[in-house]
């Protein structure tokens, strides 16, 4: 059983992964669109993720998916991979700054706190909720440099709010699926829609040829290691095991960690405001989610059940006297033997 200092550093671990994995996203698109579009880059990527992912899905797996489950998963993976990262990184083709993308998409957090409690019972506390604001507003300072000087059109704007949507609706989806599958099982069904998807688009598009450039390959390895089965594997472990709200917290350091991360990588400015702006992000993030408990249930990563047979309970005898003389000297009979319920319990695999 685990205790509760394993507990904790295992959450911080997930914590941890999330937010450095879900921010290596940014810089795997800088890194792919330098000689490819980006649909070629989404196409390549989720192909092979897919037959990464699929491939190790034969290979240690080997059993069946419920048609259900599978038509449950696509449907998630069109929502937060399709519609999510398809809309983002098209924004920023178009000259949306990526820090406005990212200011807009750290509305998220907000937004899953306020449907949680309705959806899904998840309680939002005042401390959630101040947290919460505290968080957005060290997001906008973060980003606040890269919010002037767009050349984008009016209505790109709203392509990454629509990919904020489309990945908040996948994750109340999720919770409420009525075959849960585990990660391993659910992650490569994921990839495979969406690289159908990307794939079609790319292809109707007359972008589906792949540059020779090492530096494209290199970029589609970084994406596809780090940010579909890194960042997309620990968001789903996230959210099974905090739920909605505390999940969506952790999207405010992706911000911070993408800034620091282009700082170190492709010497972005790096200035005060941004600093304290993280420091900020940090404050806000840790009064959403420490201290909380986690939403009833989710502790483990729900998988599929074998539906096994109900114990028949033995009957019960009630004691019932049995006269030998006058009812003075009436003595009770011995009772029969209780029949004993016995329950397999099974554990939740992780993934």
Same mark, same amino acid.
């Given at each position: 059983m685990p205790t509760p200092m394993s507990s904790t550093i295992g959450s911080a671990g997930l914590a941890t992964g999330l937010v450095v994995m879900w921010s290596s996203g940014f810089i795997g698109?800088?890194?792919g669109t330098r000689d490819a579009t980006a649909d070629t880059l989404l196409m390549w990527r989720f192909i092979a993720a897919a037959a990464l992912l699929g491939g190790g899905w034969l290979l240690l797996r080997r059993r069946r998916l419920p048609v %259900?489950? =599978?038509?449950? !998963? &696509? =449907?998630?993976?069109?929502? &937060? !991979?399709?519609c999510y990262v398809g809309p983002i990184v098209w924004a920023v083709g178009l000259g949306v700054p990526s820090g406005t993308s990212a200011l807009i998409a750290a509305l998220q957090p907000l937004a $899953?706190?306020? +449907? #949680?409690?309705?959806?899904?019972?998840? %309680?939002?506390?005042? %401390? !959630?909720?101040v947290g919460l604001g505290v968080g957005l507003a060290g997001v906008a300072l973060v980003v606040r440099d890269d919010l002037s000087? $767009? *050349? $984008?059109p009016a209505w790109a704007y709203v /392509?990454? @709010?629509?990919?904020?949507?489309?990945? +908040? #609706?996948?994750s109340f989806l999720e919770r409420r699926v009525t075959v849960p599958l585990a990660t391993a099982d659910a992650l490569p =069904?994921?990839?495979? *829609? &969406?690289? /159908? +998807? @990307?794939? #079609?688009? #790319?292809?109707?598009?007359?972008?589906?040829a792949a540059p020779t450039a090492g530096s494209f390959w290199v970029a589609v390895g970084w994406v596809v290691v780090l940010s579909t089965v890194g960042g997309y594997g620990f968001y789903w472990l996230s959210l099974r095991r905090n739920g909605v709200t505390r999940t969506s917290a952790l999207i405010y350091l992706t911000p911070p960690t993408t800034a620091v991360w282009a700082y170190a990588m492709f010497g972005d400015g790096l200035g005060a405001t941004a600093l304290v702006g993280? =420091?900020?992000?940090?404050a806000g993030v840790a009064a959403a989610t420490l201290g909380t408990s986690a939403p009833a249930g989710h502790g483990t990563e729900a998988i599929p059940r074998t539906p096994e047979p109900?114990? *028949?309970t033995a009957a019960t005898t009630s004691p019932t006297p049995t006269p030998t003389s006058p009812p003075t000297s009436a003595t009770p009979a011995t009772p029969a033997t209780r029949g004993r319920r016995t329950t397999n319990a099974r554990c939740a695999a992780g993934s």
């Open positions: 698109a800088e890194l %259900r489950a =599978v038509v449950e !998963q &696509s =449907v998630i993976g069109i929502l &937060s !991979q399709g $899953a706190g306020a +449907l #949680a409690g309705p959806l899904l019972g998840e %309680r939002v506390g005042r %401390r !959630q909720w000087g $767009a *050349t $984008a /392509l990454p @709010f629509t990919g904020m949507v489309a990945l +908040l #609706a996948a =069904v994921h990839c495979m *829609t &969406s690289a /159908l +998807l @990307f794939t #079609a688009v #790319a292809g109707a598009a007359g972008h589906a993280m =420091v900020i992000c940090v109900t114990p *028949t």
